[in-house]
């Protein structure tokens, strides 16, 4: 009887050793499913407050550019940042507009029948001096956006993107996000890094807004190490109006230079597109929703802010 015991005694321990187990997964999956059910009902309160957010955004930058015509500068309410605000209990959400015109419009690189234009060439290849990178990323991002196949001296076009791990081309339209200068062959993380905050992916026609533009892009505008070289003058300046005027840019640059630029990557004190970051902590999760906004003003109406894009990577 004794054998009989214990294989009685090994089966009994196996089944234990299976109810264990199954019991222990039953465990993991619920407690799986119940932390993505928690981390998706979070992402769709963040949603909701990102609405929020850009509700408020969106009334102020209405408020601001209601006039039509004054300058759109730093000083300004829109600059300010939005909250922290706690609407529940574990639930924090805050916010900030930036200019995108205060930035150099990578889609001005080319004019509007497909051909790289030379003037924004030359004002990007000294953005990228500033920046301490290489120029000719300018030609390679040309390239990348003209219509045609024939590469920029230092350029690339599809015979360098086709020998790529996998291979592609170039799309030869306008972009619609900086991210795509990651495409760009060895370009990098690092060069994208130093690069993206100062530049932008809009139409053609935005043009930019010199009373938000960085120290950087003013210096590559002028030629010039000016403003690189004083950063707290051009802080102090901007802490009550526009500065520097589009007058005073005029000056600086001759009346010559001013108007090839301004027919080029453009030139102005106001702007229509911002974007929006919105950083939202819901309980032990954190969400950070970038959107871009659109302002537009028909004749004789009220101004009408659009959200264009929303997206939880930058």
Same mark, same amino acid.
């Given at each position: 009887m004794k054998p009989v015991r214990g294989i009685a005694l090994l089966v009994a321990l196996?089944?234990?050793? +299976?109810?264990?187990?199954?019991?222990?997964?039953?465990?993991?999956?619920?407690? +799986?499913?119940?932390?993505?059910?928690?981390?998706?009902?979070?992402?769709?309160?963040?949603?909701?407050?990102a609405g929020g957010a850009e509700a408020i955004a969106a009334q102020i930058l209405v408020d601001e550019l209601a006039s039509g015509t004054a300058p759109i500068h730093d000083a300004q309410r829109w600059r300010s940042p939005i909250g922290p605000l706690e609407p529940l209990e574990g639930v924090r959400v805050s916010a900030r507009l930036s200019?995108?015109?205060?930035?150099?419009?990578?889609?001005?690189?080319?004019?509007?029948?497909?051909?790289?234009?030379?003037?924004?060439l030359e004002v990007m290849r000294?953005?990228?001096?500033?920046?301490?990178?290489?120029?000719?990323?300018?030609?390679?991002?040309?390239?990348?956006?003209d219509a045609d196949d024939q590469?920029?001296?230092?350029?690339?076009?599809?015979?360098?993107?086709?020998?790529?791990?996998?291979?592609?081309?170039?799309?030869?339209?306008?972009?619609?996000?900086?991210?795509?200068?990651?495409?760009?062959?060895?370009?990098?993380?690092?060069?994208?890094?130093?690069?993206?905050?100062?530049?932008?992916?809009?139409?053609?026609?935005?043009?930019?807004?010199?009373?938000?533009?960085?120290?950087?892009?003013l210096d590559a505008l002028s030629g010039e190490r000016q403003w690189r070289d004083a950063p707290e003058a051009l802080r102090r300046g901007r802490e009550r109006d526009c500065f520097p005027s589009l007058d005073a840019l005029r000056t600086t640059l001759g009346a010559e230079r001013f108007n090839a630029l301004r027919g080029s990557v453009g030139l102005g004190d106001r702007s229509s597109h911002f974007r929006l970051d919105v950083d939202t902590v819901v309980g032990?999760?954190?969400?950070?929703?970038?959107?871009?906004?659109?302002?537009?003003?028909?004749a004789e109406g009220p101004t009408r802010v659009r959200v264009m894009s929303r997206q939880f990577a930058e």
């Amino acid at each position: 009887m004794k054998p009989v015991r214990g294989i009685a005694l090994l089966v009994a321990l196996i089944i234990v050793a +299976l109810a264990t187990a199954i019991a222990g997964a039953i465990a993991f999956d619920t407690g +799986l499913g119940l932390r993505r059910a928690q981390g998706g009902f979070a992402q769709d309160q963040a949603l909701q407050l990102a609405g929020g957010a850009e509700a408020i955004a969106a009334q102020i930058l209405v408020d601001e550019l209601a006039s039509g015509t004054a300058p759109i500068h730093d000083a300004q309410r829109w600059r300010s940042p939005i909250g922290p605000l706690e609407p529940l209990e574990g639930v924090r959400v805050s916010a900030r507009l930036s200019d995108l015109q205060g930035r150099f419009n990578l889609n001005s690189l080319v004019q509007a029948d497909g051909r790289p234009d030379p003037q924004a060439l030359e004002v990007m290849r000294r953005l990228l001096i500033a920046l301490e990178l290489e120029p000719e990323w300018a030609e390679r991002m040309a390239d990348w956006i003209d219509a045609d196949d024939q590469a920029l001296p230092g350029g690339a076009e599809d015979s360098v993107y086709s020998g790529a791990v996998p291979s592609y081309r170039t799309p030869n339209m306008p972009i619609t996000s900086v991210t795509e200068l990651l495409a760009l062959v060895d370009f990098g993380a690092a060069r994208y890094a130093k690069l993206a905050p100062f530049v932008a992916a809009l139409p053609r026609d935005a043009t930019i807004n010199v009373c938000t533009a960085s120290a950087e892009l003013l210096d590559a505008l002028s030629g010039e190490r000016q403003w690189r070289d004083a950063p707290e003058a051009l802080r102090r300046g901007r802490e009550r109006d526009c500065f520097p005027s589009l007058d005073a840019l005029r000056t600086t640059l001759g009346a010559e230079r001013f108007n090839a630029l301004r027919g080029s990557v453009g030139l102005g004190d106001r702007s229509s597109h911002f974007r929006l970051d919105v950083d939202t902590v819901v309980g032990s999760n954190g969400f950070t929703l970038y959107s871009l906004l659109r302002a537009t003003t028909v004749a004789e109406g009220p101004t009408r802010v659009r959200v264009m894009s929303r997206q939880f990577a930058e």
